[in-house]
């Protein structure tokens, strides 16, 4: 028989660790220590967490099993709170001679951004206040927030999960903020105005704007506050058919939009897609689909799927061929400005006899990326809004497909992105959305304050 593999207890005496298997047939460890005094093995519960896993004593019982789980879970929701609070302490000089931070990183494996989030939060929260039936996530989101006993009250009373907590401060938020049922204002020679109003029934007249760039409420993904937003489905694809109708109807130009779907139980529910099958069924000029590419969250993509990293942006005219395009204005020079021999074929398959010329600036294409987090937003309170998307997205549209001068409408307006890029570059900005809380946060952008810095009877910035 082979040597029995020796482990060390706490108090330097070896053991020796048999491997055996449980009722699965899995190999699972058995600790056979030679010192009872001193050593981690709670012969009671018949199990040990260690640094490299889990020693049980006599082999795996469903009561075993359990208890361990619950074990693990303990030291899995104290162990940012440790971290943490060792951080903290470690804060005068002489306690970590490399930077506490660095130190931090080192000893557990962990991200620097993981090291000084565990910090923040720890010191947001004495241990006194600290709720036991909630995990460091929970405070992590409502860290420093004026109301973060309130909410983590109502979480522990109501079971929330993290993203539940999350959308209930959002809740919060919206309904203490100011509210406006219209906004006008001007800037140079272009004006500005966001209305209350529903994307069904536009109050303007047929081809009064020269492009639609918008964001709608994504499939049953969030309720946006007091509308309570939960189509999903065909019911989401019929409502989004007939506002993406509406919005042909007032625009001469292009109309895009920023859509997704999400997947349920390993199933993509396509909605973008059947969205844009429908307009196309009723005649709608669509383009191929635009990609709207950012990095997705790490560690998406389930067990065994890819981690998103884009979202189509439907595109498409009544009238087909645009009345106004610069498809090169956010484009670049060419990495090889020299003539060359075209290397594609026929349709027999012959080699074209030609030679490529190439543009001075060319065209971008039809995938569109940049930065989203990190404060790609473009304005630090675009999040005030449940869906922002980056005034990157919004930039290309405009430059591309809405003459200087002329009109863009942005039917869910939001933060007012789309407005303000429409503004800052030259051209009018008209913005509509259900919710007053979302007009009032539009005038706030485009007045060229914060929230904190209107609420606070601050002037006007611009």
Excluded at 174 to 183: D, F, G, S, V, W
Excluded at 275 to 295: E, I, P, S, T
Excluded at 337 to 356: C, E, F, H, I, L
Excluded at 446 to 461: F, K
Aim: proline residues 5%.
């Amino acid at each position: 028989m082979a040597a029995q593999p020796e482990v060390a207890s706490n108090d330097g005496s070896r053991g020796s660790c048999l491997r055996v298997s449980d009722s699965t047939g899995c190999p699972t460890l058995r600790g056979q220590n030679t010192k009872d005094a001193g050593n981690q093995m709670d012969l009671a519960t018949g199990y040990e967490i260690t640094q490299t896993g889990l020693m049980v004593h006599g082999g795996w019982t469903p009561e075993l099993w359990e208890a361990a789980g619950r074990e693990i879970a303990r030291y899995q929701k104290g162990l940012m709170w440790l971290i943490g609070d060792w951080l903290n302490a470690g804060d005068r000089e002489g306690y970590v001679e490399r930077g506490k931070l660095a130190e931090a990183c080192e000893r557990f494996g962990i991200a620097y951004d993981t090291a000084l989030q565990a910090s923040r939060v720890s010191a947001a929260f004495e241990s006194c206040l600290r709720r036991q039936d909630l995990g460091w996530h929970h405070h992590k989101e409502v860290a420093n927030h004026d109301q973060a006993d309130e909410l983590l009250s109502w979480a522990e009373q109501t079971g929330a999960t993290v993203k539940q907590l999350r959308e209930e401060k959002q809740r919060r938020s919206i309904a203490a903020a100011p509210t406006a049922t219209e906004a006008s204002g001007t800037k140079g020679e272009v004006s500005w105005e966001f209305k209350v109003g529903d994307c069904r029934k536009l109050p303007y007249p047929d081809d009064h704007f020269d492009l639609v760039f918008c964001s709608p409420p994504y499939e049953a993904q969030r309720s946006y506050g007091e509308l309570d937003f939960n189509l999903a489905g065909e019911d989401w694809v019929a409502w989004a058919t007939e506002c993406y109708t509406e919005c042909l109807r007032v625009c001469k130009g292009l109309v895009a939009w920023v859509v997704e779907g999400y997947t349920d139980d390993f199933a993509y529910t396509s909605t973008p897609f059947l969205l844009h099958a429908d307009l196309h069924r009723r005649g709608v000029k669509m383009r191929k689909v635009v990609v709207y590419q950012r990095n997705g969250i790490p560690g998406t993509g389930g067990p065994e799927w890819l981690r998103n990293d884009w979202e189509p942006v439907i595109c498409g005219t009544k009238s087909g061929r645009l009345p106004w395009a610069d498809n090169t204005a956010m484009g670049q020079p060419p990495k090889q400005n020299v003539p060359r021999v075209a290397t594609n074929r026929n349709k027999d398959g012959s080699r074209k006899q030609a030679v490529y010329v190439d543009p001075e600036v060319c065209n971008p294409g039809n995938i569109i990326s940049g930065i989203v987090g990190s404060g790609g937003m473009g304005w630090r309170d675009a999040t005030k809004n449940e869906a922002p998307f980056p005034e990157w997205l919004a930039e290309f549209f405009i430059k591309s497909f809405c003459p200087p001068g002329g009109i863009v409408l942005d039917p869910f307006s939001g933060s007012g992105t789309t407005v303000s890029m429409a503004v800052k570059h030259g051209r009018n900005g008209v913005g509509i959305d259900a919710r007053e809380s979302q007009v009032w946060l539009g005038e706030t952008r485009l007045l060229g304050m914060t929230v904190g810095e209107r609420q606070q009877g601050q002037g006007v910035l611009i």
